[in-house]
């Protein structure tokens, strides 16, 4: 109900802007792929234990002109995005046993920024909210524990997780970033997404053993677009 609802808030909202626009002098659809640099902000636990990891990034975008230059214009996207962090291969010790922790966790989100741009002369700056969505959880980490007590070890290793019922699969943040776009179109974009919200939830003290129980989505993306002239 919540995802129906969202859809038709969207179709509404992008309905709105592009009546808004009707008299604006341009508007283009195109496609964006690239690359997440993504890892965790906030207050983490061990935080030298989580390192940054590489994902994809790419999807669709629609450009609406707010002025007969082309200077000021709003663009809402549509993008799949897989963010996350590797796990630093070293041993970090609790109150009652040593673990180390190896491989990488993908969050799988849709993203859906809406940005205000600014395109003087090639030149680009944009900024605006976006709203993601968990999409699903690839966990592949391998897990070593050592007892304190008895120096028994014991390993495991998980290749997926299906089971969100811990993390907040609604998220809130937004996006800035530079870029130079051609008059044919093609575009490259330096963004930095951020996240207001934890993507853990508050009651849950376990995951990760509470270490991002505190812990943010953050990303630092390079990415190619293409926008498809108008007429």
Do not use: C, W
């Amino acid at each position: 109900m919540k995802k129906t609802s969202f859809l038709v808030a969207g179709l509404l909202s992008a309905a709105a802007l592009v009546s808004t626009s009707a008299q604006a002098q341009d508007v283009r659809i195109g496609l964006r792929a690239g690359a997440n640099y993504s890892n965790l902000a906030g207050n983490i636990q061990n935080e030298s234990t989580y390192n940054n990891k590489l994902g994809f990034v790419g999807g669709a975008m629609l450009n609406i002109g707010l002025s007969d230059d082309g200077f000021f214009s709003i663009q809402p996207e549509l993008l799949y995005s897989q963010k996350g962090f590797e796990n630093k291969p070293d041993e970090y010790k609790y109150l009652t046993f040593t673990q180390k922790r190896e491989g990488k966790v993908n969050y799988n989100y849709l993203d859906v920024p809406v940005l205000f741009k600014i395109n003087a002369d090639g030149f680009v700056v944009e900024a605006g909210p976006q709203y993601s969505y968990l999409l699903s959880v690839k966990d592949e980490t391998k897990v070593t524990n050592t007892s304190g007590l008895t120096g028994s070890t014991s390993s495991s290793t998980t290749h997926d997780q299906k089971d969100l019922s811990g993390l907040n699969r609604n998220e809130l943040g937004y996006v800035t970033g530079i870029g130079y776009q051609a008059e044919n179109g093609v575009s490259l974009n330096l963004r930095y997404t951020g996240a207001f919200n934890d993507f853990v939830k508050s009651d849950d003290g376990t995951y990760f053993n509470g270490d991002l129980k505190n812990a943010r989505n953050s990303a630092f993306q390079v990415s190619l677009g293409y926008l498809i002239p108008g007429k």
